[in-house]
């Protein structure tokens, strides 16, 4: 990767997650971690980056109250940047989010402690109930979804996720899930489709553009060429404000390509006693 590309994928990251980088050097970056954003990776990339793996130089850490231990941070941030790293593959994306996690859990599991109120005296025969709160789970909306590898062209990024559905239900409840997850709301378009067999053998095809004109039917013509059924995917593009023509369906349709053969949909065959019986209710909402 030329020291050009590798800015390409910092303007991409940046779309993604704005404000969040400073340029040091040539190769040098501090980067804010999503959500954490007092805390920061400063990431050396060699001249044959990706086939190389950044060098984490050092963890800025101006949350200190929260995170007392650099070091141990530091320890962790080194780990995570081994699992994740791949050579040949860019790793900022998948870098970010997996710091973005460690974060989050490390926060989860060292809650900051809160003053003791003022104990009131109360009279003997007036007594006060204790106010009990219900514990929420934080729920990751991303979970049980198979993803595919970014693909990055001109500062846009596209990613696809898939997963296995049985009913039109579970496919419409899980798609609103999905576009919850902070870094897919961010998304300038998530383009859908999905394609259901039942067992009764009424079959489902639809899509939505959200807003990326054509895209979503050409997404279903892609299923259908691939035969693949009881499938929900959603390729989300991050615009990175250079126009890319009839490209951005290319990177659309390869994204789900990946997605779909890493989860193995396209050697699942559906319930062959469907008929032609199809409901298609297209979803066509107008370019942003």
């Known amino acids: 990767m030329t020291i050009e590309e590798l800015h390409d994928e ?25 959500s954490h954003e007092l805390v920061s990776i400063q990431l050396n990339f060699p001249i044959n980056y990706p086939d190389s793996k950044p060098e984490l130089l050092q ?20 780990e995570i940047l081994e699992k994740v790293f791949t050579s040949g593959k860019v790793v900022l994306f998948e870098l970010l989010t997996e710091l973005q996690e460690f974060f989050d859990k490390y926060l989860e599991e060292h809650p900051e402690n809160e003053p003791r109120p003022v104990e009131k005296k109360v009279e003997k025969e007036r007594s006060v109930t204790p106010k009990i709160e219900a514990l929420v789970e934080v729920i990751d ?5 198979l993803q595919s590898d970014p693909i990055i062209d001109r500062n846009s990024t596209f990613i696809a996720y898939a ?11 899980l798609l609103i899930n999905l576009v919850t997850d902070k870094k897919i709301s961010k998304a300038t378009h998530n383009i859908s489709s999905w394609r ?20 979503g039917s050409r997404l279903l013509h892609l299923l ?6 009881n499938i929900l995917i959603v390729v989300s593009r991050w615009y990175g404000g250079i126009h890319l023509g009839p490209d951005r369906f290319k990177h659309i349709n390869s ?16 319930n062959a006693n469907a008929n032609e019986n199809n409901t298609n209710n297209n979803t066509k909402k ?3």
């Open 10 to 34: 910092i303007i991409a990251i940046d779309a993604i997650y704005p404000n969040t980088i400073t340029n040091i050097a040539s190769q040098i970056h501090t980067i804010k971690i999503p």
């Open 59 to 78: 963890i800025i850490n101006d949350n200190a109250s929260r995170f007392p231990d650099t070091n141990y941070l530091e320890r962790n941030a080194t």
């Open 141 to 145: 909306p991303t979970i049980g979804w």
């Open 163 to 173: 997963r296995r559905v049985n009913n039109l239900q579970d496919a419409q409840d």
């Open 196 to 215: 259901i067999k039942m067992d009764n053998g009424v079959s489902y095809q639809d899509w939505d553009d959200d807003g990326e004109t054509a895209a």
């Open 224 to 229: 259908q060429m691939m035969d693949v059924w």
């Open 255 to 270: 994204a789900a390509r990946d997605v779909i053969i890493k989860g193995n949909f396209d050697n699942v065959s559906g």
């Open 286 to 288: 107008k370019k942003k």
